[in-house]
């Protein structure tokens, strides 16, 4: 089943927010999935640690030599594994990147992110080359953006990335209180209540964005099936 890895070198690019929030729409779909924490602060550990009943399961503890089984092996039982790796390029990163269907590069709108998003492209260049020829799709999407201002500065660097034929995610991950309320509550997004602010936007977001991911890695008839199936 897809693999979906969360890549960046740079730390504090929301690698993990918006690897917790595709899991959980991919989850309200219907569709079951495993997260492999790979960071070494465990953020989506501590995550699972709390009450919420999301169906979204969490591995952690995993090594530079037990990641590909342990992709693999989650792959066989379950719809989307997603693996959300450590803010750095070391060989853990390198071996979960070779077992991808898609990666995710998430990109903050400033200088600094856009030149770590192309050290990312980089990585997954090079492991291209290790295996003979197949190529690793990734999209690079626009995180922590203001939802109703689109700054000259975002603008700047998505044209720029264009211009690179980089390709690009269409949704952008917006700032929510939402997304940082599911952290700090280890809740699901569905599990907030009306006092978080903008909650029905944050979901619409998110729903966007694993309609979009799972376009990207199906085709149109499983898509349809999955969605229709979790609103039976």
Do not use: C
């Given at each position: 089943?897809?693999?979906?890895?969360?890549?960046?070198?740079?730390?504090?690019?929301?690698?993990?927010?918006?690897?917790?929030?595709?899991?959980?729409?991919?989850?309200?779909?219907?569709?079951?999935?495993?997260?492999?924490?790979?960071?070494?602060?465990?953020?989506?550990?501590?995550?699972?640690?709390?009450?919420?009943?999301?169906?979204?399961?969490?591995?952690?503890?995993?090594?530079?030599?037990?990641?590909?089984?342990?992709?693999?092996?989650?792959?066989?039982?379950?719809?989307?594994?997603?693996?959300?790796?450590?803010?750095?390029?070391?060989?853990?990163?390198?071996?979960?990147?070779?077992?991808?269907?898609?990666v995710l590069i998430p990109l903050q709108a400033?200088?600094?992110?856009?030149?770590?998003?192309?050290?990312?492209?980089?990585?997954?260049?090079?492991?291209?080359?290790?295996?003979?020829?197949?190529?690793?799709?990734?999209?690079?999407?626009?995180?922590?953006?203001?939802?109703?201002?689109?700054?000259?500065?975002?603008?700047?660097?998505?044209?720029?990335?264009?211009?690179?034929?980089?390709?690009?995610?269409?949704?952008?991950?917006?700032?929510?209180?939402?997304?940082?309320?599911?952290?700090?509550?280890?809740?699901?997004?569905?599990?907030?209540?009306?006092?978080?602010?903008?909650?029905?936007?944050?979901?619409?977001?998110?729903?966007?964005?694993?309609?979009?991911?799972?376009?990207?890695?199906?085709?149109?008839?499983?898509?349809?099936?999955?969605?229709?199936?979790?609103?039976?």
């Amino acid at each position: 089943m897809p693999v979906i890895v969360t890549a960046s070198s740079k730390g504090g690019a929301g690698k993990s927010t918006l690897t917790l929030v595709l899991a959980q729409a991919l989850d309200a779909m219907g569709a079951t999935v495993t997260i492999i924490d790979a960071d070494p602060n465990r953020p989506l550990i501590r995550w699972r640690g709390g009450k919420s009943v999301s169906g979204v399961q969490v591995v952690g503890d995993v090594t530079e030599s037990s990641i590909i089984r342990n992709i693999r092996d989650e792959s066989a039982r379950r719809q989307f594994v997603l693996v959300d790796l450590e803010g750095t390029a070391n060989r853990l990163v390198s071996r979960a990147i070779t077992q991808a269907d898609l990666v995710l590069i998430p990109l903050q709108a400033s200088a600094l992110d856009s030149n770590e998003a192309s050290r990312a492209v980089g990585l997954i260049r090079e492991e291209e080359e290790t295996l003979d020829g197949r190529v690793i799709p990734f999209r690079i999407i626009m995180t922590r953006t203001n939802p109703l201002i689109t700054t000259k500065i975002e603008s700047g660097i998505y044209r720029a990335l264009e211009q690179a034929g980089l390709p690009l995610m269409k949704t952008r991950l917006h700032e929510r209180q939402a997304f940082k309320a599911i952290f700090v509550r280890r809740a699901a997004l569905s599990e907030l209540d009306s006092s978080v602010n903008g909650l029905p936007a944050a979901i619409e977001n998110a729903d966007r964005l694993a309609a979009e991911v799972v376009d990207l890695i199906t085709d149109k008839p499983q898509r349809t099936e999955k969605i229709e199936a979790a609103h039976a």
